[in-house]
């Protein structure tokens, strides 16, 4: 049973167009993340709810929108994509709002844009 | 900015030696952490050491950690084939919630 769930794993998309990537995690974490990995394998933190509510907003254009319905799903929906979208988001899940245990992530979503 | 360094970008090594990497990071931490990823997949979470500890061990991991000079290093000895992937040093600052700020990762290859 996957513990960090994301969906789908591939996408190929035209600029302009707008998609989700859902998540969800059955590990009864409080905590959810998404993190973008670059072409160079930078990871860098997007967003991060706790219980539903947002906690971090790390200066990601508003085209990039998160929604948790609930503690267990963190979607990402992406407006008018763009090339430099192109990159491998990471869904990932921890206890608690403080970080004192790891990370659990997703296997990720790589978004391609044409 | 970025919070972590890790050092060396890339390192290949063959099965049975020890492989070493190093961690260098700019703010005061909470924990550190080392998180493996094998080529398309996502990151999987090897071991924490706390701000108060210096050296940690989990079966052919030892993580040392050196707060004075902000630096951390992850030893796997008796390496493997399948131990080849990308090790990422990951760090939680103090006093910040949420927020693991990850290294720029070594790319381990272990060859037979």
């Known amino acids: 049973d996957t513990a960090v769930s994301q969906t789908p794993k591939y996408l190929v998309t035209q600029m302009g167009n707008d998609k989700s990537i859902k998540c969800e995690q059955n590990l009864g974490h409080d905590t959810m993340y998404w993190y973008k990995q670059d072409s160079k394998k930078f990871l860098k933190i997007m967003f991060s709810?706790?219980?539903?509510?947002?906690?971090i907003n790390e200066t990601v254009p508003n085209r990039f929108s998160p929604k948790s319905p609930d503690k267990a799903h963190l979607n990402l929906h992406i407006n008018s994509l763009e090339l430099g979208d192109s990159a491998v988001y990471f869904c990932?899940?921890?206890?608690?709002?403080?970080?004192?245990?790891?990370?659990?992530f997703g296997s990720g979503t790589r978004l391609t844009v044409v | 900015s970025q919070q972590g360094e890790e050092d060396p970008q890339a390192l290949s090594i063959q099965e049975g030696e020890n492989a070493t990497m190093n961690c260098s990071y700019k703010?005061?931490?909470?924990?550190l952490q080392w998180y493996r990823q094998n080529s398309g997949r996502g990151l999987v979470h090897l071991i924490l050491?706390?701000?108060?500890?210096r050296e940690k061990h989990s079966g052919r991991l030892r993580v040392t950690l050196d707060t004075s000079k902000k630096s951390s290093s992850l030893l796997i000895t008796a390496s493997r084939a399948a131990d080849t992937a990308s090790y990422f040093c990951a760090t939680a600052r103090t006093g910040t919630a949420s927020k693991l700020t990850f290294g720029t990762g070594t790319r381990l290859q272990v060859t037979l």
């Open positions: 990932a899940s921890s206890h608690g709002l403080f970080i004192m245990d790891g990370y659990t």
């Open positions: 050491i706390r701000s108060n500890e």
């Open positions: 703010t005061s931490i909470n924990n």
């Open positions: 709810y706790n219980n539903k509510e947002l906690i």
